[in-house]
């Protein structure tokens, strides 16, 4: 019984070696011509805020949209995780303008974060802009918290 079951898996595996023919003239490797054009958006996540203690900081977002409206609709092109130990993002992205989506939280209690700009304890500060990337290049770009 048992060398009837491996000749039929060793004959249902010769049956389907055809199908994967890895060596298809059919389907050449892709010419670069033919690839879609991509740069770099290289992305600073910077903020400097007085009256709050650095380590009561942390960033929260960042997010691109590729257009104004849909960035204020909360439809993103795409999203990272953002980190303390991180400052430079980048994204490899179709050339065109997108529009940029930051924030950053205030941890502190009290009034600290209020007199720093924040709506409160726990509040988010918002950073939001234009940015254009270019067909293979490098855009670099700093956020800009007001």
């Known amino acids: 019984m048992k060398t009837y079951s491996r000749f039929f898996l060793l004959v249902l ?22 690839l879609t054009p991509m740069g770099t958006l290289d992305m600073a996540f910077v903020y400097r805020f007085q009256g ?5 900081l942390k960033k929260v977002d960042l997010c691109l949209a590729e257009t104004a409206d ?3 609709r909360g439809i993103f092109f795409v999203c990272t995780n953002v980190s303390e130990a991180i400052t430079h993002y980048q994204f ?44 293979d290049q490098i855009t670099k770009f700093t956020t800009q918290f007001h």
């Open 52 to 56: 709050v203690p650095a380590t009561r």
């Open 92 to 135: 490899r992205l179709p050339p065109g303008e997108y529009y940029y989506y930051a924030t950053v939280v205030c941890l502190c209690e009290g009034d600290s974060c209020k007199y720093s700009g924040f709506p409160g304890q726990n509040g988010l500060q918002v950073a939001g802009g234009k940015v254009e990337v270019l067909d």
């Open 70 to 72: 849909n960035l204020y």
């Open 13 to 34: 595996l010769l049956a389907a070696l055809p199908a994967c023919n890895i060596t298809d003239p059919d389907d050449p490797e892709p010419d670069p011509s033919e």
